[in-house]
T-cell receptor, first 111, second 113 residues
Framework: SQQGEEDPQALSIQEGENATMNCSYK?????LQWYRQNSGRGLVHLIL?????REKHSGRLRVTLDTSKKSSSLLITASRAADTASYFC???????????FGAGTQVVVTP | DTGVSQNPRHKITKRGQNVTFRCDPI?????LYWYRQTLGQGPEFLTY????????KSRLLSDRFSAERPKGSFSTLEIQRTEQGDSAMYLC???????????FGQGTRLTVV
C-alpha cells in the first residue's frame, strides 16, 4: 500500500502560472521528499524537508510541511513547458533512502 | 556518466521465462534499493542492501524474486518464471548511509507477454 496521496491527480496550466500540489500521508515521518519523473524515465530528486522544518525553498520550488495535519505541498512558480512531468511525494520514517511514494500528480504545462 | 546505471532499459519476455536486471550504483554509495513501478502508480519498495548485506525485503518480493549484491558494488534482480503481473518498471536507486537523498536510475521496463 502507498503511504502518501497526492492531490490533484492531474493538473493542466499555462506557462508562467504557478502549480500547487498536495501530499497527505498516514504515519509519522522523519522527512518528506519530492521527486519529478518525466514520461517513462527515472525519478529526479527535487527537494527534501525534515519533520522539524515547516518550509523550504529551492529555486522556483517551495515546499511546506504540516506534521500535525500530516500533509505537504509543493509549489512551482512561473512554470515552464519543461516542468511537464509527474511529481511524487515520498516519505521516510526510519531508514534513510527507503521511501514510500504516493501515486503522483501529473502536471502538464502548455506554452 | 557517474549516475545510477540500469541494464537493460527494456526487456520483453515470454511468460514462464527467467529475467535478470543489473544496477550499477553511484560508486561511493553503499546503499542500494530496488523499487517497482506500475503504470499510473508511484514506485513501491522491494528491497535494499547496505554494502553486500540485504537488510530488508518487502512482502511484494515473492519467492520468484531474488536480489544480490555480491561485492557491495553492482546488484542484480532476478525474476524466475515470470508472470504477466510482473510487467512493470523496475527502478534502482542508491544513497549514502545517513544521506537522505536517493538517486534513481532510468529503470528497466519489463513486459511479460
Amino acid at each position: 500500500s502507498q503511504q502518501g496521496e497526492e492531490d490533484p491527480q492531474a493538473l493542466s496550466i499555462q506557462e508562467g502560472e504557478n502549480a500547487t500540489m498536495n501530499c497527505s500521508y498516514k504515519t509519522s515521518i522523519n522527512n518528506l521528499q519530492w521527486y519529478r519523473q518525466n514520461s517513462g524515465r527515472g525519478l529526479v530528486h527535487l527537494i527534501l524537508i525534515r519533520s522539524n522544518e515547516r518550509e523550504k525553498h529551492s529555486g522556483r520550488l517551495r515546499v511546506t510541511l504540516d506534521t500535525s495535519k500530516k500533509s505537504s505541498s509543493l509549489l512551482i512558480t512561473a512554470s515552464r513547458a519543461a516542468d511537464t512531468a509527474s511529481y511524487f511525494c515520498a516519505t521516510s520514517f526510519d531508514s534513510w533512502g527507503k521511501l514510500q511514494f504516493g501515486a503522483g500528480t501529473q502536471v502538464v504545462v502548455t506554452p | 556518466d557517474t549516475g545510477v546505471s540500469q541494464n537493460p532499459r527494456h526487456k520483453i519476455t515470454k511468460r514462464g521465462q527467467n529475467v535478470t536486471f543489473r544496477c550499477d550504483p553511484i560508486s561511493e554509495h553503499n546503499r542500494l534499493y530496488w523499487y517497482r513501478q506500475t503504470l499510473g502508480q508511484g514506485p513501491e519498495f522491494l528491497t535494499y542492501f547496505q554494502n553486500e548485506a540485504q537488510l530488508e525485503k518487502s512482502r511484494l518480493l515473492s519467492d520468484r524474486f531474488s536480489a544480490e549484491r555480491p561485492k557491495g558494488s553492482f546488484s542484480t534482480l532476478e525474476i524466475q518464471r515470470t508472470e504477466q503481473g510482473d510487467s512493470a518498471m523496475y527502478l534502482c536507486a542508491s544513497s549514502l548511509v545517513g544521506g537522505p537523498e536517493a538517486f534513481f536510475g532510468q529503470g528497466t521496463r519489463l513486459t511479460v507477454v
